[in-house]
């Protein structure tokens, strides 16, 4: 991940813990316990699980893996087969999609030059804080393109790529990872304070 993705990226997942605990709790709560718990481990970035399984044995508290989380709720919402766009780590290797299939969901993945596309678009533009509006037009094609082949649900399987894609850029239910990852964080460590 470049230098200049991380603090967007962790900018972004504390906007979305902050607003998942101002949701549940009100206005006046603060999401500073999620963030500095040291109840459960986050890795704030779906690329950066490559190395969950290898953190997972190091450490004794639980890790919430963004994969699992996304996989219940696209699974709750009663979707089967999802169109996956990340960079081409997460799109290609099996760290991430695996753990997706584990769960029950068929995962679909742009063909190899679409995911050039994607990835070139997070790394290049969206990781130095670029929205770009043809990107986003090319990201919808290939959104389509996935649904033609049978996507119910699309995947936002990057945390830059919330910034750049939106609801209405697909016909279909779009599962943000770094929104999700946030709720279940929250709704982790609410339950572990009862």
């Known amino acids: 991940m470049s230098r200049q993705a991380v603090p967007t990226a962790r900018q972004r997942a504390a906007e979305c813990i902050n607003e998942e605990v101002k949701r549940r709790l009100g206005g006046l709560h603060s999401a500073k316990c999620i963030l500095y718990s040291v109840d459960?481990?986050?890795?704030?970035?779906?690329?950066?699980?490559?190395?969950?399984?290898?953190?997972?044995?190091?450490?004794?508290?639980?890790?919430?893996?963004?994969?699992?989380?996304?996989?219940?709720?696209?699974?709750?919402?009663?979707?089967?087969?999802?169109?996956?766009?990340?960079t081409k780590y997460t799109m290609e290797q099996d760290f991430y999609?695996?753990?997706?299939?584990?769960?029950?969901?068929?995962?679909?993945?742009?063909?190899?030059?679409?995911?050039?596309?994607?990835?070139?678009?997070?790394?290049?533009?969206?990781?130095?804080?670029?929205?770009?509006?043809?990107?986003?037009?090319?990201?919808?094609?290939?959104?389509?393109?996935?649904?033609?082949?049978?996507?119910?649900?699309i995947v936002l399987g990057c945390t830059e790529i919330g910034l750049l894609v939106k609801r209405e850029d697909s016909s279909v239910p779009i599962f943000d990872t770094t929104l999700l990852h946030a709720q279940g964080a929250v709704e982790f460590a609410l339950s572990q304070q009862s």
């Open 40 to 86: 459960f481990l986050l890795i704030l970035t779906n690329t950066m699980h490559k190395v969950a399984t290898e953190v997972e044995a190091r450490v004794r508290i639980p890790l919430l893996h963004i994969a699992d989380i996304t996989a219940r709720r696209v699974l709750a919402d009663g979707k089967k087969t999802v169109g996956l766009l990340g």
């Open 97 to 153: 999609r695996a753990r997706l299939e584990a769960q029950g969901l068929k995962v679909l993945v742009p063909e190899e030059r679409d995911r050039g596309f994607v990835n070139t678009v997070i790394f290049q533009e969206l990781c130095l804080g670029r929205i770009v509006d043809e990107s986003r037009a090319k990201y919808r094609r290939i959104i389509s393109d996935l649904i033609e082949r049978g996507a119910d649900s």
